[in-house]
């Protein structure tokens, strides 16, 4: 139940495509959700995140989408750079529990 | 990164031997925690500590120890127990809004 599914593993766009990343849970209890961009070998850092009152967020060229019945949730990337060449990953965790529980990360390249 | 440390930031290990890994912060948070990755996954929760004094084991705690004694330091022992601890190994603090920030990671291969 405190799984966290992600696809694609891998994505491959053009300059200026729109890659989205898929993430879906199990725990109802879930009420927050972060997505995570990694450089390699660096750490994540947190590039946008939502809560289950809102069924959008749109932080410059990233935008969640969340849709709480179906228990998913997805991350575009507007207008994407060869600079957003990253892995991606969604998390999820609910207040009390405060650790993350992380999707199993999608290797994003974008082509020049 | 900013103002999280980890240190070494590569770590080899001879098998049997216990190493231990450094995570300081300077962003006055109460929770620390350390997470392992490894290629092809996604992170998972070894131990979380969310005041001094205090912490509990994560998801893959089997073969690791730690301790905080200070606010500012969370160190991670891998023991010998750990029978495959080859992986990127990530230190994160939070504030208390959920929002976690992570250090720059220590890669420890085994020899």
């Known amino acids: 139940q405190q799984q966290v599914k992600q696809s694609p593993q891998s994505l491959i766009v053009q300059k200026g495509g729109i890659p989205i990343i898929n993430c879906a849970y199990e725990n109802t209890a879930f009420d927050y959700f972060p997505w995570y961009q990694q450089f390699p070998g660096k750490g994540p850092a947190l590039l946008i995140a939502i809560r289950p009152d809102v069924s959008e967020k749109k932080e410059g060229r990233f935008t969640i989408s969340f849709n709480k019945s179906a228990k998913q949730f997805s991350l575009h990337i507007m207008d994407s750079q060869p600079g957003d060449s990253a892995t991606y990953f969604c998390?999820?965790?609910?207040?009390?529990?405060?650790?993350?529980?992380f999707g199993s990360g999608t290797r994003l390249q974008v082509q020049p | 990164d900013g103002g999280i440390t980890q240190s070494p930031k590569y770590l080899f290990r001879k098998e049997g031997q216990n190493v231990t890994l450094s995570c300081e912060q300077n962003?006055?948070?109460?929770?620390m925690y350390w997470y392992r990755q490894d290629p092809g996954q996604g992170l998972r929760l070894i131990y979380y500590s969310q005041i001094v004094n205090d912490f509990q084991k994560g998801d893959i705690a089997e073969g690791y120890s730690v301790s905080r004694e200070k606010k500012e330091s969370f160190p991670l022992t891998v023991t010998s127990a750990q029978k495959n601890p080859t992986a990127f190994y990530l230190c994160a603090t939070d504030g208390g809004v959920n929002e976690q920030f992570f250090g720059p990671g220590t890669r420890l291969t085994v020899l």
């Open positions: 998390a999820a965790t609910y207040t009390g529990r405060r650790a993350l529980t």
């Open positions: 962003l006055n948070h109460d929770a």
